[in-house]
């Protein structure tokens, strides 16, 4: 199994920035697909990014340019530096590991880290 633990959440002002981890732990072997999603309340949970072990990645159009998703293999680090903070991004952000593209889900779930941008 994968254990997946996020942290770096908090309240910031618009304009600011967050650099957001997500550690995973267990077999991690076979993971191709890392990817952060968020969930405000009463709100569905999107996809915000993701990266495939190749390199490739996937921004949803309205962080680009502000937010950067990358990977540390060697520490089994998942990263999400965002820049620029508006309140639209106020979510619970969630990572998520998997063998495939996000699009035919994700095997593993962390539990959140809060992120909560104030205007």
């Known amino acids: 199994q994968v254990q997946l633990a996020e942290s770096g959440g908090g309240l910031v002002q618009a304009g600011g920035s967050l650099r957001l981890s997500c550690v995973g732990s267990?077999?991690?072997?076979?993971?191709?697909?890392r990817a952060w999603y968020r969930q405000a309340p009463g709100e569905e949970r999107e996809l915000v990014d993701n990266?495939?072990?190749?390199?490739?990645?996937y921004l949803k159009d309205s962080v680009k340019g502000r937010f950067t998703i990358s990977k540390d293999d060697a520490k089994n680090t998942l990263y999400l530096q965002m820049n620029d903070l508006k309140p639209e991004d106020s979510a619970m952000y969630l990572c998520?590991?998997?063998?495939?593209?996000?699009?035919?889900?994700?095997?593993?779930w962390g539990k959140g880290t809060l992120v909560t941008v104030s205007s």
């Open positions: 267990g077999n991690t072997y076979w993971i191709n697909t």
């Open positions: 990266i495939m072990q190749s390199g490739n990645t």
């Open positions: 998520a590991w998997g063998h495939r593209a996000p699009i035919y889900g994700m095997e593993y």
